[in-house]
């Protein structure tokens, strides 16, 4: 999977969980401010992501993680 298509993937899910638009979501946005979401909100992001994906993320490497992009990078670490 490329970082295009995992980062099109990271908005999909977003967009599913948060009842949001995916258009108007975008790479390097910061997800708390356009999801309008708060550190709990995301940490239910994350389980989500977990689960999809079928990997382990520590909390401490989503530390200062706030763009699709940034988690994208996370993620495909661990992919």
């Known amino acids: ?9 990271l908005i999909a899910l977003a967009a599913t969980r948060f009842k949001a638009d995916p258009a ?4 390097d946005q910061d997800f ?10 995301a940490m239910e992001l994350m389980t ?5 994906f079928d990997v382990e993320i ?3 490497e989503l530390q200062g993680v706030t763009t699709f992009r940034a988690l994208a990078g996370v993620l495909a670490a661990r992919l």
């Open 1 to 9: 999977m490329t970082e295009d298509q995992l980062i099109a993937k």
């Open 24 to 27: 108007g979501l975008e790479a």
């Open 32 to 41: 708390f401010a356009s999801l309008g979401i708060d550190s709990f909100q």
């Open 48 to 52: 989500d992501l977990e689960e999809e």
């Open 58 to 60: 520590p909390d401490y």
